[in-house]
């Protein structure tokens, strides 16, 4: 089984800074790409930003230049540090992990997530 755990969520004012960071555990041959996600009340789980294992990355257009998505493959662990917060930035952030095991005599490779943390930017 693999888990996910996120932490550093929280309320900041417009303009500040937060990191998030999620750390994937268990039977874990290796992580294939991390990536966050966010859900806004009343709106679809939207990508903020992904990293592959070779370090390629990918942003949402709204949090280009503002939030930076980084990793330690030492610790199976992402972060996503967010500068220059807005209020529309305010959601549940989710963690996204692909992750490469092996079981039964194959090789598998899956998506896990991880039970999400509030952040809310404030006005």
């Known amino acids: 089984q693999v888990q996910v755990v996120e932490s550093g969520g929280g309320l900041v004012q417009a303009g500040g800074s937060l990191r998030l960071s999620c750390t994937a555990s268990?039977?874990?041959?290796?992580?294939?790409?991390m990536g966050w996600y966010r859900q806004a009340p009343g709106a679809q789980r939207e990508l903020v930003a992904s990293?592959?294992?070779?370090?390629?990355?990918n942003y949402a257009e709204s949090v280009k230049g503002r939030f930076t998505i980084s990793t330690d493959n030492a610790k199976n662990t992402v972060y996503l540090q967010m500068n220059s917060l807005k209020p529309e930035d305010t959601a549940v952030y989710y963690c996204?992990?692909?992750?490469?095991?092996?079981?039964?005599?194959?090789?598998?490779?899956?998506?896990?997530w991880g039970q999400g943390t509030q952040v809310t930017g404030s006005s």
């Open positions: 996204n992990v692909d992750v490469r095991y092996y079981r039964s005599g194959i090789f598998r490779s899956d998506i896990y």
């Open positions: 990293i592959t294992r070779g370090g390629g990355t």
């Open positions: 268990g039977s874990i041959l290796s992580i294939n790409a």
